[in-house]
C-alpha cells in the first residue's frame, strides 16, 4: 500500500528541513567572527548581511505574495 504525502505534510517536511539547513549554515557563518584566525572589516560583515536580509525580504515577499494572490469574488 502506498501512502501519498499531501501537500502540507510535504510542505512541514520540506520547511522543516530546509530551514534546519538554513540554520546550520548561519552558524557556520557565525564561526567565522573568530578575528583570531580570520581577517575582515565592517564593510565586509555589512555586505554579508545585506546580502542575507535582501534574500529573506524576498523569500518573504513571495510567501506574502502567494498568500495574498486569492481574487475577490462574490
Given at each position: 500500500?502506498?501512502?501519498?504525502?499531501?501537500?502540507?505534510?510535504?510542505?512541514k517536511?520540506?520547511?522543516?528541513?530546509?530551514?534546519?539547513?538554513?540554520?546550520?549554515n548561519?552558524?557556520?557563518?557565525?564561526?567565522?567572527?573568530?578575528?583570531?584566525?580570520?581577517?575582515?572589516?565592517?564593510?565586509?560583515?555589512?555586505?554579508?548581511?545585506?546580502?542575507?536580509?535582501?534574500?529573506?525580504?524576498?523569500?518573504?515577499?513571495?510567501f506574502?505574495?502567494?498568500?495574498?494572490?486569492?481574487?475577490?469574488?462574490?
Amino acid at each position: 500500500m502506498n501512502y501519498k504525502e499531501s501537500p502540507e505534510e510535504k510542505f512541514k517536511r520540506l520547511a522543516i528541513s530546509r530551514t534546519n539547513v538554513v540554520i546550520k549554515n548561519i552558524r557556520s557563518l557565525a564561526k567565522l567572527s573568530n578575528s583570531r584566525r580570520y581577517g575582515y572589516d565592517k564593510n565586509d560583515i555589512d555586505k554579508i548581511y545585506k546580502a542575507i536580509q535582501n534574500d529573506l525580504k524576498i523569500s518573504r515577499a513571495m510567501f506574502d505574495k502567494n498568500l495574498n494572490s486569492k481574487k475577490f469574488e462574490l
